[in-house]
């Protein structure tokens, strides 16, 4: 009998037994029991087993059984694991038997709804590899800032897929792919990782800038084959769930970046790329597709202005094509438009918002765009803006200094 399934249950029985919890709940009744002992979710089996036999529907539970009887009566039988290639050790055992829990609720790993968002580019492949319920890992490349995540995010959306994303840096390693030990309370405490929750669940698991990452993603060549993955460290064979499903993204091909625009983004081995049967390449979205996605965003906001909308993607698309042309080094992504956007709502300044927005370039470049905004839109004077503008002396200061 696993010990940490008995604990769970006997501490459920006596907030039923107090009256503090109804023997008809949910995830919401019991979580806060959960994090009172000590657990930072509620047990991964408890919530996702599906021969637990209180489990009434999805984040729904009948806890009757638990009510004068005992905890073994009421344990539900583990889900059948595929057998591991070597025997579990003395020591393994009782490690994973004191508990297993993930590191992600699965309550919250189905992406809400954006209402401003506008389908387009891959968005229709994208879905319809998740609803074909075919294994066929994804990678989707393009330059910064054109919603290749959000895309991917809100295909989950739509079709109700828990989505399990993962962004990936220099530093990722294989625990926080999937899954290490953890001391909480005094005890040894195995946690899944995002990767094996995504495989169990039959998720679909978004590994986001994956060309940041380095050696340790090797571990992942099984998984991308579609594979079963062993966990050496708890000596278990994980399969994935009917309906997992990979994507990954990324700034560059995997071959790395030599122009700047993307520092740390490294050389991706040949053989992991290779397992991704496809790449979609995501690029800026066209004039009228753009324009309809700020000015959705617009009308959230509440300053919904079509003439300002079309200036700023028509600025935005001189620019990309001089940086295509090589003519420049900096770019404005749809992402720094709906930026704009949002400072505009916010300061009802069209002129301050835009040079907000672009601060973050060096001076000749900030200039340089300003002054390409002014011939777009000749309504809106962009040379000096309030943070631009000469102070002032007060001839009355004996110092001439205005501070």
């Known amino acids: 009998m696993n010990k940490s399934r008995t604990l769970f249950c006997d501490v459920l029985r006596e907030h039923l037994e107090s009256g503090d919890l109804d023997v008809h709940c949910t995830n919401a009744d019991i979580e806060p029991i959960a994090l009172a002992q000590g657990w930072t979710v509620i047990p991964l089996w408890f919530r996702q087993d599906d021969k637990n036999p209180m489990k009434v529907g999805r984040g729904r539970y009948d806890l009757s059984s638990l009510v004068g009887g005992d905890s073994a009566s009421a344990m539900p039988k583990s889900a059948p694991v595929a057998a591991a290639p070597a025997p579990v050790s003395d020591s393994a055992p009782q490690a994973t038997a004191i508990l297993q829990q993930s590191l992600v609720s699965s309550e919250s790993t189905i992406p809400s709804v954006d209402g401003d968002f ?43 897929r828990e989505c399990y994303r993962v962004n990936i840096t220099s530093q990722t390693d294989e625990d926080d792919l999937l899954g290490g030990f953890r001391l909480v309370n005094g005890e040894t405490v195995w946690y899944d990782g995002p990767v094996i929750q995504a495989m169990k669940n039959g998720a679909v698991l978004l590994l986001d800038e994956i060309d940041l990452g380095s050696s340790p993603l090797m571990c992942l060549q099984p998984v991308l084959e579609g594979k079963g993955i062993f966990l050496k460290k708890i000596n278990q064979f994980v399969e994935p769930a009917p309906g997992f499903q990979v994507f990954a993204t990324a700034n560059t091909k995997g071959k790395g970046d030599d122009t700047g625009a993307f520092a740390h983004t490294g050389i991706l081995n040949e053989a992991f790329l290779d397992r991704f049967p496809v790449t979609l390449e995501q690029e800026y979205a066209a004039n009228g597709v753009e324009k309809r996605i700020i000015l959705r965003k617009m009308k959230t906001l509440g300053v919904e202005d079509k003439d300002f909308a079309g200036n700023l993607v028509k600025w935005a698309d001189a620019i990309r094509k001089t940086f295509m042309e090589g003519g420049i080094s900096e770019i404005i992504t749809t992402r720094r438009l709906l930026s704009i956007t949002q400072a505009f709502s916010i300061f009802n300044d069209k002129a301050k918002a835009i040079s907000m927005a672009i601060s973050r370039f ?19 004077e962009l040379s000096e803006t309030p943070d631009s503008a000469p102070v002032s002396v007060d001839p009355s200061n004996p110092n001439n200094c205005p501070y």
């Open 118 to 160: 506008v389908p387009w580019g891959h968005f229709d492949d994208v879905t319809t590899i998740i609803k074909s319920g075919a294994f066929y890992p994804t990678f989707v490349t393009g330059l910064s800032g054109n919603g290749k995540t959000t895309m991917i995010m809100q295909a989950c959306a739509a079709e109700g």
């Open 362 to 380: 060096d001076e000749e470049t900030k200039h340089d765009f300003l002054k390409l905004y002014e011939k777009i839109d000749a309504e809106v």
